[in-house]
């Protein structure tokens, strides 16, 4: 092996796989009996919502021939049916009929995951031994305020780790030539048991966002549960909430999405400009680390 392989294998100490709640999709991508194949953790899985609305994920493939239950599986009531031979099993990953047997085999059963819809987001909790969650995606009162625009998104597939990541809150001179403020630093930082928060200070060129000549004094405070979902609290022209959620793929890739909205000002122009030139500006430069 080259010694340039060797670095490649040995980057990151830690599981690619970390325990916690991480993002399978937004609420708005899953309608009614939706149906959507998705790929995390390195597993192929299925995610649908039952007629009553929940959510539900399990492992992809059907435990009697191996079809993928979400490419043409269907949705009856609060179960899944796949789309080779119609078994069907609900969202306790339990089969809980064929239709052409009065027997159902003891293993035929696939692995659910613990799933929570929080904030327009689809969470599934990624543990160890089967464990209940420790802790809950706290729910933010602002975006269900007709005070904050709606939320816009974006998403990358990066090829990356979850370590390095969350390492990006503490990184305060990346503000000065990622985001080009003209002065930045690391305030504090503090970890509460799966909580890592940081505060960010900064100062920016006005001119940058179409705005007269000046300066403007703002902060940056991060809120990180674990390392699946942050949320960013920008004060700068107006205040500005980031969410961002970073969900492994397989070992290589993850899955970045970044929510943004904006606590509307007096005047709707000046919101307006807040929303094109910052929000873009922020996502513009995330694209840039794929």
């Not at 009929?97 to 819809?117: D, L, M």
């Not at 179409?210 to 405070?221: I, V």
């Not at 700068?236 to 890739?253: C, F, K, M, N, Q």
Request: with cysteine.
């Amino acid at each position: 092996m080259s010694q340039a392989a060797r670095v490649e294998k040995n980057r990151f100490p830690f599981t690619q796989y970390p325990v916690g709640w991480f993002q399978v999709g937004y609420s708005s991508e899953l309608g009614p009996l939706g149906v959507q194949r998705v790929q995390y953790f390195g597993e192929d899985l299925v995610l649908f919502r039952g007629e009553s609305g929940q959510p539900y994920l399990l492992d992809g493939y059907c435990p009697h021939l191996g079809a993928h239950m979400g490419c043409g599986g269907h949705v009856e009531k609060e179960a899944i049916e796949c789309p080779f031979h119609a078994w069907k099993f609900d969202g306790t990953g339990v089969c809980t009929e064929i239709p052409y047997a009065t027997k159902i085999p003891k293993k035929a059963k696939v692995h659910p995951w613990v799933v929570r819809e929080v904030n327009g987001i689809i969470f599934a909790y990624h543990g160890v031994n089967g464990e209940e969650p420790p802790w809950e995606v706290p729910e933010l009162p602002e975006l269900s305020s007709d005070e904050w625009t709606p939320v816009r998104t974006v998403r990358f597939k990066i090829k990356s780790h979850n370590q390095e990541m969350a390492e990006n809150s503490v990184d305060g001179p990346h503000f000065l030539y990622v985001h080009k403020a003209l002065r930045a630093k690391t305030a504090s930082a503090a970890i509460d048991g799966h909580i890592f928060r940081t505060f960010n200070k900064m100062e920016v060129d006005l001119t940058r966002w179409g705005m007269p000549d000046g300066q403007l004094e703002g902060s940056a405070q991060v809120t990180t549960h674990g390392f699946g979902f942050s949320v960013v609290r920008l004060s700068l022209l107006s205040e500005i909430i980031t969410i961002a959620t970073v969900t492994p793929i397989d070992e290589e890739y993850l899955d970045a999405r970044f929510a943004f909205t904006v606590k509307k000002l007096d005047d709707e122009s000046m919101t307006d400009l807040v929303v094109q030139q910052v929000v873009d500006d922020i996502a513009s430069r995330c694209a840039r680390t794929r």
